[in-house]
């Protein structure tokens, strides 16, 4: 099993800085693609820096303030353009695996649900196409909110039927939807895994073990997919304490 990190307060930090604190505990890192790890901002420090760690990586697209299934088509082509333009700067980068968001619902959308799930479908399949033809992967998250487009088993495998695109499976998101064995059920277009952990009300990011999810009883699930599994955690510190949770778990159903 591959572990790789995702914390969004790393993009906070110089990037060297975040790849030399990882480097010693995870196989791989998700970029969050966001604040100072912009793409386009560490283009130049990724190529100089990332062949000395012996590191996998992939993206977390932009998610803040992007929405895909908006019905303002001026902010819902900005979403577009905005992920367009992260995939097209990974690819540059050599990076071949990319996450992203579905979209989720404003106050006019909730009244029109399936023309913002069309919406969301279409610019999926532009993003598709761009992805195609670089010759990279791109995985869609699972959500954990009722206003989120995609949080239900049933919703996200409509979404994404006919389009090529697989979906990263977030273990905590379909927990708090109670939406887990839905989900695994869709196992064959699971391309990723994410593992955090709540206090079964909100997306807390808690580390794994820390909150009201029973990994042991998921555990083989999880490892039957034979799946990188990325740890999202609010700090490497965390992460850790998350990866070796689950390692424990392990040697114990051994």
Excluded at 53 to 60: E, F, G, M, R
Excluded at 96 to 105: A, D
Aim: net charge negative; with cysteine.
């Amino acid at each position: 099993m591959d572990y790789y990190l995702s914390c969004s307060s790393l993009s906070m930090q110089p990037f060297e800085q975040s790849v030399e604190d990882l480097a010693d505990h995870f196989d791989g890192w998700e970029i969050v693609a966001e604040g100072r790890h912009n793409l386009q901002l560490i283009s130049k420090e990724f190529e100089d820096v990332a062949s000395s760690y012996d590191l996998k990586y992939s993206v977390h697209a932009p998610f803040s303030d992007v929405n895909i299934s908006s019905l303002n088509k001026s902010i819902r082509m900005a979403s577009i353009n905005e992920i367009a333009s992260c995939i097209r700067m990974g690819a540059e980068l050599g990076i071949k695996r990319f996450v992203l968001h579905p979209g989720q619902h404003s106050v006019l959308s909730m009244q029109e649900k399936d023309r913002a799930l069309m919406l969301s479908r279409e610019g999926l399949k532009t993003l598709q196409h761009l992805a195609s033809s670089l010759d990279v992967e791109l995985l869609v998250e699972n959500m954990p909110g009722n206003n989120d487009i995609g949080s239900k088993a049933r919703e996200l495998s409509r979404l994404l039927s006919g389009t090529g695109i697989r979906i990263c499976f977030d273990v905590s998101h379909a927990c708090l939807q109670h939406q887990l064995d839905q989900f695994l059920e869709l196992r064959d277009m699971i391309g990723a895994v994410h593992l955090s952990d709540n206090d079964g009300s909100s997306d807390t990011h808690l580390p794994v073990g820390s909150g009201k999810i029973d990994y042991l009883d998921i555990l083989n699930e999880i490892e039957k997919l034979e799946l990188p599994v990325v740890i999202e955690a609010q700090s490497i510190e965390d992460a850790i304490k998350g990866k070796e949770y689950i390692e424990s778990l392990k040697e114990s159903l051994q």
